[in-house]
């Protein structure tokens, strides 16, 4: 175990209950710590945005502990809203359905449930994939600012012959899904992979989420595939308005351009 590590911690610890600003005496006192390495604790995590320094003498902890776990605690909320609708998803097409988040580029796959087909389409739970070139990642990209778009697209990388690396394409294409409320992969990342999605909204109906399924090309092509569109974008609906969404913000998605 790094004690340096556990010394950070344990300070963070102590400054996060504390009810007021604490100096580096006192900390140095509950630490059992000298006020040298107290203070070299105190400025790396400044640098990190843990700890900020009052105007007096003390320090506090900042709110990106609770940032982080508010994250954590909405991935699993949305987990088990999402569960039932995904199950039943599942049980309709028999393809592989996944419930993802976007970050920084990225998709993030927080559940899935697989396919009970013979030949899969490989994802890994908790695993990562370009956003640009996978349906969740798309249909949640379509939603975003279009300089944040441009953003993601100084740096894309060709995955197959399919990818879109036109950054005008990919505009045209986000103002068709948020149209249709879906977004299609068709081999973008993985040349034998498939995949169609669509969004999932909060309270506010800022799209948080995406809900989607994917298959082997060799199985489904891309008009078969999205014969299961209407499905998919009432699975999205319907776990929206368990969040919170109204009808009328997700209506709005749709008339978004």
């Not at 790094?2 to 007021?20: G, P």
Request: hydrophobic share 40%; with cysteine; aromatic share 6%.
């Amino acid at each position: 175990m790094d004690s340096t590590v556990v010394k950070a911690f344990s300070l963070l610890e102590i400054l996060a209950q504390s009810d007021q600003p604490l100096g580096v005496t006192d900390l140095a006192g509950r630490l059992g710590l000298g006020k040298s390495n107290v203070h070299r604790l105190l400025q790396t995590l400044i640098a990190l945005d843990y700890v900020q320094k009052t105007d007096g003498a003390g320090y506090i902890a900042t709110l990106r502990m609770w940032e982080f776990g508010s994250r954590i605690v909405s991935r699993i909320v949305l987990r088990d809203v999402a569960q039932p609708t995904m199950r039943r998803l599942s049980t309709l097409t028999k393809e592989a359905v996944h419930l993802s988040q976007y970050e920084h580029g990225e998709v993030i796959y927080l559940d899935k449930i697989e396919s009970k087909e013979p030949v899969r389409a490989y994802t890994q739970l908790g695993g990562r994939a370009p956003a640009y070139c996978t349906a969740t990642g798309k249909i949640m990209m379509a939603y975003l600012p279009e300089t944040e778009i441009r953003q993601v697209y100084d740096s894309v990388e060709k995955c197959t012959p399919n990818t879109v690396t036109d950054v005008e394409t990919f505009l045209a294409q986000c103002s068709e899904a948020r149209l249709r409320r879906y977004a299609l992969n068709t081999g973008e990342w993985r040349s034998d992979v498939i995949g169609l999605a669509s969004p999932i909204a909060d309270r506010s109906g800022a799209v948080v989420s995406a809900i989607g399924i994917s298959a082997p090309a060799s199985r489904l092509g891309a008009g078969e595939i999205e014969r299961y569109a209407p499905e998919l974008v009432s699975a999205g609906r319907d776990i929206s308005l368990q969040l919170g969404c109204t009808a009328d913000l997700w209506d709005r998605l749709g008339a978004m351009q």
